[in-house]
């Protein structure tokens, strides 16, 4: 029975969508688009490829091919769980190398930007990537990399680095970068 | 193309009465849910697709004849528009041009059994009279045909390019008379058009009419614009910038573009949030910390902080009265609904049932507040209402963001992802009628619907 009504819902959906989806274009100023896309589920995957950002480039870790052992100064992105601003164990490695250089060469400065993925509302999201960059910058206070020599950023969700909608871009998105 | 949009609006309706009476045969076999899809083309280009979720609607039968055009000259057809609108608000039911047997455009010769013969309630007729020097009379009447008697009726005088305008007015008093609510096609929405691939985009502050048509760029920048925010009277509009490479908020003028940063303090400067009578600005600031929500008094340019809690506070949204800030926080480990009094006080949890929460809007009437809610099944609009103190899910989309209530509190707008692209999208406060305004090209997110619109 169960799927008897799934089969009459089927049938329904794929009558009324080849109806209205029988005209594609009727004159050059209105565009009909057939509505079949409605009814797929909104997991498409955006095929775009990545922009040219150097500063994202060279900070992305984890990159099969490469040395493992690959010193984490090397690394200038801390990436972070859902909805979390609290940093990892690789994530605090990564920041421990770089306070460590900071204590070496005073007068350089960096600047933390916190980015989130973009799942959720926009705002929770740029209040998100804010808490991370502090988190991230608290860190190196506690290291001994004084507050003068960090400023912090967020962008929330509007620069992904990985435009799918899935979990491997949303991964790579929620993020603190290191900019010196 | 007034012919062409209305054979594609005819074919709709037929496919939509087949379809619905196919739907009536089988309903009390499925006796459940069922989707199904139609397009209506407005006139502007923009392709509106609307969705039935489920049920039947059960709208006012109305048939709307479209004007005579007098005296020369190439006026836009009013019936295309008023059409469109009602269509779209769910209420109606729209009886196809087809079925009509005579096509009165005035009073007296109205037959009321040519209407009682199509099962039409409510019958609409009028005329666009072109005057000359770019100026067109523009009459209509909205009929009961059972009671046969005029319901409303009105005339304008106007230039060409007003005639769009006049004719959501009319779909304005056509709502009023037959619902009792005011209509809200005669409003603006603001947005953010996204053109171009990041990091290259440009972002596009714009102002359109409230079905995507005839939009206006108010502010474009390389750089990302978020939340903008009606001001009360429609006059101004807050939004944040990054402009200078980080969040700030700004205060626009938006018929004379002129506009001055009103928060620039370090860390963000977000969610600006009118107050209702126009003369305080909510806001989420970190330069104390962390994300924190404030209430900004224009005139004296004093600050005062509303939350203190070391989780995010952000997204305020006042209720109607002014009295309350309702708000998203993560204090409870992950993002929920609370509320505070405006003037400071205790916060006061609201949402309990979803694993996400966030983005508040207050209805006009105060009773519910629309939100972006995770229920285990992606970002969906949901409506939290005070009488039940529970969140319902609205829309059946995965990644909805930004709900904004229409003045009239009937409809929500919001922005979500088909396809793959950013698109706008409409849906009734009960869920029945949900809508996509398509925009011909571009990525268009953070749609704010504007206050009633008090300027002719």
Redesign the interface.
Known sequence: MRNF?LY??LL??S???S??GG?KT??N?????P?G??????????T?GL?A?STVGAGLDGTIGQSANADPLSKRVIYFDY?SSVLTLEGEAIVQAHARYLNSVPGVGIILEGHAD???????N???G??RA?AVANIFQALGVSSNRIQ?????E???VA?S?DESAWSLNRRVEILY | MNTLTFSILDLTQMISKLFFEFYRIVRVVIGGAVLSTCLLVSPAGAVVTIEVNKGEVAGIPIAIVPFSIEGGGSASQPADVIQTDLGLSGRFELISKDNYISSPHDLESVQYKDWRLIKAEALVVGKVINLGNDQYEIRFRLIDVFREKQLAGQKFVISSKKIRKVSHQISDAIYRQLTGKPGAFDTKIAYVEVKGQIPNARYLLQVADSDGYDPKIVLESSQPILSPAWSPDGSRLAYVSFEKKRSMVFIQNVWTGERAGVAEYEGINSAPAWSPDGKKLALTLSKDGNPEIYIYDLASDQLARLTKHTAIDTEPAWSPDGKMIAFTSGRSGAPQIYRVPSIGGAPQRLTFNGVYNAGPDYSPDGESIVVITNQGNGYKVGLYSRNDRTVRELTRSKQDESPTFSPNGDMIMYATKKGGQNVLAAVSVDGQIQQTLQFQKGSVREPAWSPFNRRL
């Open positions: 009504k009459l819902i329904i959906v009558v009324a969508v109806a209205c005209r009727v004159d100023n209105i565009e009909v688009e509505v896309g409605t009814i797929q589920t909104d997991e498409s995957v955006s775009s922009g950002d909805d973009e799942r959720g509302t926009r705002e929770y740029l209040a998100l804010e808490d502090k912090t950023v967020s962008y929330g509007e620069r992904p435009l909608s």
